[in-house]
């Protein structure tokens, strides 16, 4: 359980807190349709699922090659 949460980064732990803040809310106003919002999304970071999980909906970087290739001009009368 201790390595479980030594792979946890600060963005996951807010991720978290934050599905925590809205389970309860949702319980003491008795909004049931958030209730289960909030249970949602307090299981993504439990899992480790979504966005924020190692860069799983970020663009792919792309690598330019240094690579010049010589332009020929043809002059047209």
Known sequence: MKKYFL????????RFALGLFIVIQSIQT???????MGIGLTLLPV????CCSSSA????????????????YEEVK
């Open 7 to 14: 792979s946890w980064n600060y963005m996951r732990v807010i």
């Open 30 to 36: 008795q909004e049931w349709l958030f209730l289960l």
């Open 47 to 50: 899992f480790n699922v979504g």
């Open 57 to 72: 909906c970020a663009t792919p970087v792309f690598k330019y090659k240094n690579k010049t290739e010589d332009v020929s």
